[in-house]
DNA sequence: CTGTTAGCGCGTTCAC
DNA sequence: GTGAACGCGCTAACAG
């Protein structure tokens, strides 16, 4: 089916050079603790570089037992900004360090999974999501797994959602969930983080609601939220696109986000330019944890993580 | 660095059976024109099943030249709803022909991406968007490469957002460009298509513009349109993203999309949801071209692609 | 110190 | 149904 291409091999490299296969591989590799005269290595790097050899991936991985490759399994490819942009991150980071993210998208034959990791034999596997925990202990068997279950602490999310609303002095809150499942698994942490800061501050019991992308969702949900005894006055959302939505909806019903009701969204995605107040999430602080969990897995040296700074209110006119 | 873990071979599967390794490898393969008795065909099943044999992708990767793998070469993890849902779906195809796709985005250093190919030993390369016609010939010495530098076709785009609006009774239009270089470069393709059937419809040029996602840019852009001798009535933009951000400048303004100035956006995004008229583009339509172009390059049958309805007009209330 | 010989890792496939 | 060689790079053991 494929047309087999001729490949350079180390061989071809050696008899260019006029030395054993042996000392190209030691020249390419700069093995440690062998001492090869400049001269010879000269020759080497040469040779390989005149006859464009590029070393065969499988026949190392095969030697070695694993490749310099990193496996990331995710759910699917639309993960959302933050998620996409820490993807981009870890690639630069791995790649400046020798090994070279891979994608994967699950799909649902595990027989595929199984054959996938087989496949390459990562030096690592970053799970992305949920693994369920069978799965999980199959892979390990194999390839040592970083499971990066949640890349955001969303508890913090919510927590900081609800403290600058507090601070705004906001003391009716409520919070406005997704219905997407995929995001679900986000949410309840975010809630969670919001619920506790309210008790904290002796507020009471956010009023919670579910939206989606119609307008219809916004209207009911604005409608019950304004016919509470005390209706709220500020409303943290799971995300920055239902924020924007909520803040649609309430333009349609000739209401105004950050006068007649305040809206807090996280994320901070470029459309948020258009005026909405959110809890930013730096992608590249984002990133730098999941590194570092994958980084020491490795066996390499992580540059400390420093997560301050991570979660951050940018201020528009919309709370 | 990474501990070594003990494999299952298919030396282990064979003495399990009590037969030797290459009758393993037929039965396991089902390699053709072999005749192997159903009771040994049973003993090597059974064994790999017991000892849970996993065989190993770069032995036979290095046996056979190249992997059962896809790999897709793109510029960056967030590429938008189309072209992600794309992946999504080329992936499943491929997965019920035995492929893997595997996704790698691009740094900057060509050690990197030379290493990668060698890595994997991709059966087929994909590459996504721009890629340099020098890099280009040099992957394609060694493996064969699908360039898929425009998966949708974007000037039949630009046709279908003019159409729809001359269809509605327009003959003032304009159209609203991204700012951000990525998205130009399929910008200019949208712009062609739409010019080219208000020419054929006698009508004057669009009046073109660009916004980013402030609505200052916005309100600019509306200012300079309505100062016009002949100020346009529906505007074609570049996108859903940018299109909501119009509307929601629109809003600001105290003007109605839809009444005062039409809008009509390109992707159908969830968050269109909200009102926003648009031309869908169907994600696994548009993910069957290149399907189709990947499958033909591995040899394997494609199934017809039929374009009709690659593109839909979605009606709310905006346009 | 400099460089070579030889065998391994694992699945595939030709020749008997 | 089997023996043996092959694909390619790595590295322990060894020779000058």
């Known amino acids: 089916v494929v047309p087999p291409r001729r490949r ?14 042996a000392t190209v591989s030691y020249v390419l590799n700069n093995t440690p603790n062998r001492s090869i005269s400049d001269a010879t290595r000269t020759l080497v790097h040469d040779a390989a570089r005149e006859l464009r050899h590029v070393p065969h991936g499988p026949a190392r991985t095969l030697r070695l037992g694993h490749s310099n490759t990193v ?18 991150e870890l690639t630069k980071s791995l790649a400046e360090r020798g090994y070279e993210l891979l994608v994967h998208t699950r799909t649902d034959s595990e027989r595929s999974i199984n054959e996938l990791w087989g496949q390459i034999a990562p030096a690592v596997v970053v799970a992305i999501g949920r693994l369920s925990s069978t799965e999980l202990a199959e892979i390990e068997q194999d390839f040592p797994v970083v499971s990066i279950a949640k890349l955001v602490p969303d508890t913090d999310i919510g927590s900081k959602q609800a403290e600058y609303l507090i601070g705004r002095g906001h003391r009716h809150l409520a919070y406005a969930l997704p219905e997407d499942p995929f995001l679900m698994q986000f949410a309840a942490g975010r809630l969670d ?45 799971h995300n920055d696109e239902l924020a924007l939505v909520l803040m649609a909806g309430l333009a349609s019903l000739g209401l105004r986000a950050g006068e007649d009701l305040a809206v807090l969204g996280v994320d901070n995605i470029p459309m948020a330019g258009i005026g909405l107040t959110t809890v930013a999430i730096s992608p590249q602080l984002t990133a730098q944890s999941a590194i570092a969990a994958v980084l020491a897995e490795l066996g390499e040296p992580a540059p400390k993580a420093d997560s301050s700074g991570l979660l951050d209110v940018i201020v528009r006119n919309s709370a």
């Open 8 to 21: 350079v091999t180390t061989a071809d490299v050696a008899r260019a050079a006029g030395v054993s296969r």
């Open 71 to 88: 496996l990331a399994l995710i759910p699917q490819f639309r993960l959302g900004y933050i998620f996409e942009h820490a993807l981009d």
């Open 193 to 237: 983080g919001f619920r506790a800061v309210c008790h904290r501050h002796g507020l009471a019991e956010p009023a919670v609601e579910s939206i989606d992308f119609t307008l219809e969702s916004v209207h009911s949900v604005v409608r019950r939220w304004r016919a509470l005894p005390e209706p709220p006055t500020a409303v943290g959302v």
